[in-house]
């Protein structure tokens, strides 16, 4: 069960890197635009300050499979935290399998359909990432779809992890990993949101209370 950070918001992540709590990085060319630095750079940054984290999706855009690999090859030398994350197309398939028998982590993005990712799992996907909000944007359940990977992949023995992405809520969290999520990747708002709780606050409040009370008379 891993937790990811879905930014590229850099204080963000290390903030969150802080807690112990956060196994890896998604980013894609829309993060890195709202973070005004090109994926490059802030993977770079990211596995400098953040030496034990397991992967950082780099996205690669491209029409095909080669120029893909060019791209990825940009991103490689970074470190072996780097995971290369490309297109459900067929040229992405293409360039996944060429980097999964080189060893190299990918991720397929943009997954919306178990057929998507039993063509991911053959190519040889370390991960994908159905992206969950966008399933109930367009009025089919995102976490339904989650579940119906896990059990595929489940009943046919497939080692490629399901990277929960476009979450939007906590509970999507919840129900994800509850329905075979193996790891899930959450805006840093999300993260944080993950261990509030009203009856947490109320009973921390009485806890303090009564603790002042009764350290009285030892003051
Ligand atoms: O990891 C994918 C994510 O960044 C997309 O999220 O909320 O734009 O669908 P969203």
Known sequence: MKLFLDTADFSEIQKAYLTGLIDGVTTNPTLGLKAGKTLYGIAGDILQACPTIESVSCEVVADTAAEMLDQAQTFLPLGEAVTIKVPCTIEGLKACRFLAEDGIKTNVTLVFSV??????????????????????????SGVELVRAIANTYATQRVSTQILAASLRDVHHVSRCFAYGADVCTLPPKVFWKMYEHVLTDQGLAQFENDWATANQPFK
Do not use: E, M
């Open 115 to 140: 057929a998507q990712a039993i063509l991911a799992a053959k190519a040889g996907a370390t991960y994908i990432s159905p992206f969950v909000g966008r399933c109930n944007d367009n009025s089919f």
